[in-house]
C-alpha cells in the first residue's frame, strides 16, 4: 500500500537454540508525517492470528492520526501468521475445510442445539461428545502430522523475544519497547512485561484477555470469561436501539425488555425451524439460519462500532421473515449484507472467503501452545461446563461452545511451546501501562482489565481507564452507555 514501508527481518527458530535455523518475520510500517519523527509504536491487533502488516497497511494512518503524526506505527506478523515463518499449514482449501468441520453441523448435530435451558436441549448436546471428541483428536493429529516440531515455535513467549530484537535492529539495541496491543495482543504486551521490565516504554493494554489465567489455567476452567459481559453488552445495545429511530428492530412502543423477549423469539423459532441443512462456501449466504448461526451473528456485531446497525437490520429482518413463513428461512433476510455466523474464536464454517490463519488454524497452535499440560479434562467436562455457562453466565450466548471456541479442543492437543509463562503476573515493569477496558466487551470483560491493573498484578505501574460503552478493545467501542472515566 502507497505510504507504508515493508521487509522482513530474520530470528532463530528456537531462541534458546539457534542451531535450528531462522524463520522470518514481516514487518509494515507508516513513516512519522513530521521532518522529525517523535516517537514510534508497534501495534497487534489480536487473535492469535490476526496480521499485524495488513493491519497497518490497512489503518495504520488511522492509528497515527490518533496517536500523532509524529509518530511511526510499526507492526509485524507474529510467528506462523501471514509473511512470518514458521509455515504452519492445515488445509488445502475450503473444500477440505468443509469436509473437516461439517459433520458438526445438521439435524442431530452438535450444531442443532438450542440455549441449553431445557432437559430435552441438554440431553441432545450429552449425546454429541463422541463425535467432538474425534474431531478434536483428529485436528490434533492432522496438525502433528502437517506440521511436526515446528508447531512448538509459534508461542507468545517467542513472539515477545522477536519484538524485542525487531525494536533493537529497527530503532538501535536497549531502545524502550513501545507497544499498544488489543484483546490477544493484551496477553504479548503483558508478557512483555514479566520477561523484559527493563525494557517497557509505552506499552497500551485494551480489551484485556486475561493473561494470568491464560498462562496457568487449562482453557476450559475460565471459559466463562468469554461472555461474563456479552449480556450486559446486548442489554444495553437495546436500550440503544429501544430509543433510536434509526433501529429497525424498534418499533414506536418498544423498551429493552420488550426487544430482549422478540430475539429470544427469534433465537427459539429459528432453533425450532432449523431443518439441518449445512451452509457451504458457494451458498453465498444462502443458507438456514439455526440458533447458533443466529446467537453467533448477534455476539459478533457486538465488536465493533462499525456494526452496530447490523444487528438492527438482521434482527428486523429475521423478525418479518419468520412472521411471514413458515419455512425454514433458507435465504438471505433481506438488507443483510455481512459475512454470518463466526466470531474472531469461532470453529464454525465461514460464508466468505477463508482467511490464510482459518485455513492453518495457526491461532490452536498459539493458544492451546501456551496453555497448561492437561492430562485430565475429557470431552464431557467440556460439554457439561458448557451447560454450566449456559444456565448460569450467558443463557443466549453460553451454547455457543463448545462449537463456536478454539479452548474447547485444547485438551486434546498435545503440543506445548518450548517456552511458557506459568507464573504470577507482578513484576513492576519500568514504566507505568496504560490498561483500557470496556463495560460492554462481548468478549474480554472489563474485570480482567481491572485484575491486571490491580494490586496483586502490576497494580501502581498500571493506569485503569474504563469506558462505558459496548465493543471489543477501546478501538472498536460505540456508546449507547456513557462516557468514559479514569478509575486508577
Known amino acids: 500500500m502507497a505510504g507504508t514501508d515493508c521487509c522482513r527481518q530474520r530470528v532463530p527458530l528456537d531462541w534458546a537454540d539457534e542451531s535450528k535455523g531462522m524463520i522470518p518475520i514481516a514487518l509494515s510500517r507508516v513513516p512519522a508525517k513530521t521532518p522529525q519523527r517523535e516517537g514510534y509504536m508497534f501495534f497487534n491487533p489480536g487473535g492469535p492470528g490476526g496480521s499485524g502488516t495488513e493491519f497497518v497497511q490497512n489503518l495504520g494512518p488511522i492509528i497515527q492520526f490518533i496517536l500523532g503524526r509524529g509518530m511511526e506505527i510499526i507492526s509485524w506478523d507474529p510467528r506462523g501468521i501471514a509473511g512470518s515463518g514458521p509455515n504452519i ?117 485494551d480489551g484485556v484477555l486475561d493473561p494470568e489465567k491464560y498462562g496457568n489455567n487449562i482453557p476450559m476452567k475460565w471459559a466463562e470469561a468469554d461472555v461474563y459481559d456479552v449480556d450486559f453488552a446486548l442489554k444495553s445495545w437495546t436500550e440503544a436501539c429501544a430509543g433510536s429511530k434509526k433501529c429497525p428492530f424498534s418499533n414506536q412502543n418498544d423498551t429493552s425488555s420488550t426487544l430482549l423477549t422478540k430475539i429470544d423469539t427469534i433465537l427459539n423459532t429459528a432453533y425450532e425451524r432449523y431443518d439441518g441443512s449445512i451452509p457451504t462456501f458457494n451458498d453465498s449466504g444462502l443458507f438456514t439460519w439455526s440458533y447458533d448461526s443466529v446467537a453467533n451473528s448477534i455476539q459478533s456485531n457486538l465488536y465493533q462500532a462499525m456494526r452496530s446497525d447490523d444487528n438492527g437490520q438482521m434482527l428486523a429482518a ?31 464454517p465461514l460464508y466468505d472467503t477463508i482467511p490464510p490463519d482459518v485455513l492453518s488454524n495457526i491461532a490452536f497452535a498459539v493458544f492451546c501452545g501456551d496453555a497448561v499440560d492437561d492430562g485430565s479434562t475429557t470431552t464431557e467436562d467440556v460439554f457439561k461446563e458448557t451447560v454450566r455457562i449456559s444456565q448460569s453466565t450467558s443463557r443466549i450466548f453460553g451454547s455457543l461452545f463448545p462449537i463456536d471456541s478454539i479452548r474447547s479442543l485444547c485438551h486434546k492437543w498435545t503440543s506445548r511451546a518450548v517456552e511458557r509463562l506459568p507464573q504470577k503476573i507482578n513484576k513492576p515493569p519500568k514504566n507505568v501501562v496504560l490498561v483500557l477496558g470496556n463495560m460492554g466487551d462481548p468478549i474480554t470483560p472489563y474485570y480482567s482489565a481491572r485484575r491486571l491493573a490491580s494490586s496483586d498484578q502490576l497494580g501502581n505501574k498500571a493506569r485503569l481507564v474504563l469506558l462505558k460503552s459496548i465493543g471489543h478493545s477501546t478501538r472498536e467501542s460505540f456508546s449507547p452507555i456513557d462516557k468514559s472515566e479514569s478509575v486508577s
Open 318 to 348: 429475521l423478525e418479518q421473515y419468520q412472521s411471514n413463513s413458515n419455512s425454514t428461512q433458507k435465504v438471505v433476510p433481506p438488507n443483510i449484507s455481512i459475512p454470518v455466523g463466526r466470531s474472531p474464536y469461532s470453529i464454525m
Open 89 to 205: 499449514t492445515l488445509f488445502s482449501g475450503e473444500a477440505d475445510y468443509d469436509a473437516f468441520w461439517n459433520p458438526l453441523y445438521g439435524k442431530g448435530h452438535l450444531g442443532a442445539h438450542g440455549n441449553l435451558t431445557i432437559t430435552s436441549d441438554v440431553d441432545f448436546i450429552m449425546t454429541q461428545v463422541s463425535a467432538f471428541d474425534g474431531i478434536a483428536q483428529s485436528l490434533n493429529q492432522k496438525m502433528i502430522e502437517r506440521n511436526g516440531d515446528l508447531l512448538k515455535y509459534v508461542g507468545t513467549c517467542a513472539v515477545v523475544r522477536d519484538l524485542v530484537y525487531l525494536v533493537d535492529s529497527v530503532y538501535g539495541q536497549g531502545t524502550d519497547v513501545n507497544l499498544y496491543g488489543i484483546s490477544y495482543g493484551t496477553v504479548i504486551a503483558t508478557y512483555l512485561t514479566q520477561m523484559f521490565p527493563d525494557r517497557v516504554g509505552r506499552v497500551i493494554i
